[in-house]
């Protein structure tokens, strides 16, 4: 099966490391015009040569709108959206007596602000050109408790299945599909790298015994998982969650 998206311009977010990066990458080796988004301006020089960069903070409506604004300014036209921002914002698991409320807040922008408003800014686009693909990035933490053990975390990522749900709902009518993709734990930037050093030789070994493949995912594992939902052979496909994780006993 060949997945082909050639004349199409995809926005990646969370683009500058990790998932994002490798998102962006298989989009634009499936000949998709793609434009990365991230806060880190330094970390999307490594992505000139594959995408337009753009720089803006997603958590706020205003910041991504005109983050969103900007690539159609470029490009002319938005035909696809994948949301991979997020993550834990350099927090650890605590106990919920420890949690402030900038704490609480920080991931929540991150992982669902972000998402919203850049979909409220590029949905209009596809909606009126009958075609649209937007692919959030949630996790299994998002389907169960989370291994972060960070109640923001899971709670945030439960919000984003929730969220996608409803736009699929929304969109589906005007032709645009609405999926998410909830990776496993993958060692994808340097915070997960940390996270699973804080674990030990012991817990690391159950969490590999736990996955079906024995093996950690990859962060091309997802970004196949994404290109595929973003291609016309998912055109049938909307409102699922794709967990993407190498099973789980």
């Not at 109640?151 to 299945?161: I, P, S």
Request: hydrophobic residues 45%.
């Amino acid at each position: 099966m060949q997945l082909s998206l050639d004349n199409h311009v995809f926005v990646v977010t969370g683009a500058a490391q990790g998932i994002g990066a490798a998102i962006a990458a298989s989009l634009a080796e499936a000949g998709a015009t793609v434009a990365a988004i991230d806060i880190d301006a330094d970390g999307l020089t490594r992505l000139q040569d594959l995408a337009t960069t753009h720089t803006g903070n997603l958590g706020t409506r205003d910041g991504a709108h005109a983050a969103i604004a900007a690539v159609e300014a470029r490009h002319g036209r938005i035909d696809g959206l994948v949301t991979a921002a997020g993550g834990v914002r350099g927090q650890a698991g605590r106990p919920i007596e420890e949690i402030s409320e900038d704490d609480w807040r920080a991931i929540f922008a991150a992982n669902v602000d972000a998402a919203m408003w850049c979909a409220q800014a590029a949905a209009p686009g596809m909606k009126a050109r009958g075609w649209g693909r937007i692919v959030t990035i949630s996790s299994g933490a998002g389907l169960r408790p989370s291994l972060t053990g960070i109640q923001a975390y899971a709670a945030a990522k439960h919000a984003l299945v929730g969220l996608t749900r409803q736009l699929a709902l929304e969109f589906g009518p005007h032709g645009v599909t609405v999926n998410s993709v909830a990776p496993g734990f993958i060692l994808s930037n340097p915070a997960t790298e940390r996270q699973w050093e804080a674990f030990g030789e012991t817990r690391q070994k159950q969490i590999v015994q736990g996955i079906h493949m024995r093996r950690l995912g990859r962060s091309e594992d997802i970004a196949d998982a994404v290109t595929f939902l973003a291609s016309d052979r998912a055109s049938w496909i909307t409102g699922q969650i794709l967990s993407v994780d190498g099973g789980h006993a």
